[in-house]
């Protein structure tokens, strides 16, 4: 959990590989899902919440879900950041924080 926790956070690679800013297109986009997708798999870890909010993946996730260049970007970011809601109101905080509300009320609109 620690090694992907840590490529999720990055401030240079890490964020720009999970929202799919790399600038690489189509190819991007999917290693932007292949990491949401281990990253929604690690979530259902018992403590994942916390190590997720440790090494900064929540922050991570959240900018995913507001620069996805898929669909399936998005999707896969809001199951991972749905279980971390669920398992801790610390990280439905930080995702409020980060104004994945306001990103929502516009994938909806």
């Known amino acids: 959990l620690g ?3 840590k490529l999720a956070a990055a401030e240079a ?5 999970v929202s799919g800013g790399g600038g690489g297109g ?9 990491v949401g997708f281990c990253l929604w798999t690690l979530s ?3 403590g994942a919440a916390e190590d997720f909010l ?4 929540v922050d991570a996730l959240c900018a995913s879900v507001q620069a ?3 669909e399936k970007v998005a999707r896969v970011g809001l199951a991972a950041l749905r279980n971390l809601a669920d398992a801790s109101p610390v990280a439905g905080e930080r995702m409020v924080a980060r104004g994945l509300d306001r990103a929502l009320a516009t994938l909806a609109a």
């Not at 440790?54 to 993946?57: E, S």
């Open 3 to 5: 090694v992907l926790c």
């Open 13 to 17: 690679s890490g964020v720009g590989v």
């Open 26 to 34: 189509d190819a991007s986009a999917q290693l932007a899902y292949e």
């Open 44 to 46: 259902f870890a018992a």
């Open 54 to 57: 440790r090494c900064g993946a």
């Open 68 to 70: 996805a260049p898929r």
